[in-house]
Antibody
């Protein structure tokens, strides 16, 4: 069974840092591009960041560019999101997403999400 | 950035009725558009990709159409489990954006 399990969320003060992790299982992790998508409380979906299968190329939404860093460890089947200079507007559920097989851009499999709250 | 505008914001229908949801892009995205369904407390689920291809396990009552800037998600006969929020999503050279969502509620 394909599974994505996020961890690392929590309460952090404005200006602080947090590292999210996503543990993947049930598929060939190193063969898939991966993404992070977030959803603020009561709001819609917002694309955050993506990384190709081999990790050589990464992509960011303008709202997080320069503050967030996506990475992956294909030997451990893990995806990461290092978040720094956090703001109140970064408060959201963060979903780890695997692409649809054969595509880079469609969100085929979603984790259950981890909650990040930025507040003093 | 390509902006996706979904309409209506809320759609009130009864089970058995036909639902038509719209997604309009600010620039042409060809057929690079997907639809997702999200139920309360759950992660989204991919329904449609490349404008009209159903994802694995998605019932045939869900269909997608359109190209360029105008897209439609149609649910031919609503089942009770179809009442949820629906999002469209486009990609353009790794610039990925979502629409703001349409809430499909029971009338």
């Amino acid at each position: 069974e394909v599974q994505l399990v996020e961890s690392g969320g929590g309460l952090v003060q404005p200006g602080g840092s947090l590292r999210l992790s996503c543990s993947a299982s049930g598929f060939a992790f190193s063969s898939y591009a991966m993404h992070w998508v977030r959803q603020a409380p009561g709001k819609g979906l917002e694309y955050v960041s993506g990384i190709v299968s081999y990790g050589g190329s990464t992509f960011y939404a303008d709202s997080v560019e320069g503050r967030f860093t996506i990475s992956r460890d294909n030997s451990l089947n893990n995806l990461f999101l290092q978040m720094s200079s956090l703001r109140a507007e970064d408060t959201a559920v963060y979903y780890c997403v695997r692409v649809l097989t054969g595509y880079y851009y469609y969100m085929g499999v979603w984790g259950k999400g981890t909650t990040v709250t930025v507040s003093s | 950035e390509i902006v996706l505008t979904q309409s209506p914001a809320t759609l009130s229908l009864s089970p058995g009725e036909r639902a038509t949801l719209s997604c309009r892009a600010s620039l042409s995205v060809s057929r690079s558009l997907a639809w997702y369904q999200q139920k309360p407390g759950q992660a989204p689920r991919l329904l449609i990709y490349d404008a009209s291809n159903r994802a694995t396990g998605i019932p045939a009552r869900f269909s997608g159409s359109g190209s360029g800037t105008d897209f439609t998600l149609t649910i031919s006969s609503l089942e009770p489990e179809d009442f949820a929020v629906y999002y469209c999503q486009q990609h353009n050279n790794w610039q990925i954006t979502f629409g703001q969502g349409t809430r499909l509620e029971i009338k």
